[in-house]
């Protein structure tokens, strides 16, 4: 079950007060460091999967010690935060705006995020999440397509 604490608390970033946050902003170092490509391809797709799928597993596993969507797995932020820049262009303000609009729908919750907390096990610790990557996904690519890269 070490493995599955690693996993979910993101090499321990779930101990640290806002860890949530904190891990987000890990993603978005990692993401904005790896090259060009790899925000504009299907291995975006991939690594956000198998994030998604990790989260689950850990999450199910660590419910038994932690309690029910304990603050230490934030492995989900991770997962809403690479949800949220899928396909985006490779830019430091789209990453901003990224952050933002993710961290701003994890909190407030509206549309349906809330609900998801309800699933079962890992399924409701990440699915809060990954809707929230979803909804700022969505606004990001609006912000992207009137606000295109060759502009800033």
């Not at 101990?15 to 975006?44: E, H, R, V």
């Not at 969507?69 to 990224?98: N, Q, R, W, Y």
């Amino acid at each position: 079950m070490q493995l599955q604490k690693i996993i979910a608390s993101v090499a321990g970033i779930g101990y640290i007060k806002g860890g949530g946050t904190l891990a987000a902003m890990a993603y978005c170092i990692i993401w904005f460091l790896l090259p060009a490509g790899f925000s504009n391809g299907y291995w975006q797709v991939i690594t956000t999967t198998a994030i998604t799928a990790a989260g689950i597993w850990c999450s199910n596993d660590v419910e038994t010690s932690w309690g029910k969507d304990s603050s230490k797995v934030v492995i989900d932020e991770v997962a809403g935060m690479a949800t949220a820049l899928l396909f985006v262009p490779h830019h430091i303000i789209f990453l901003l705006c990224g952050l933002i609009l993710f961290r701003f729908f994890d909190i407030a919750k509206p549309l349906g995020v809330r609900q998801m907390e309800k699933w079962p096990k890992g399924w409701g610790v990440m699915g809060d999440d990954m809707l929230a990557g979803v909804y700022s996904l969505a606004v990001l690519h609006l912000i992207v397509f009137f606000w295109p890269v060759h502009n800033l």
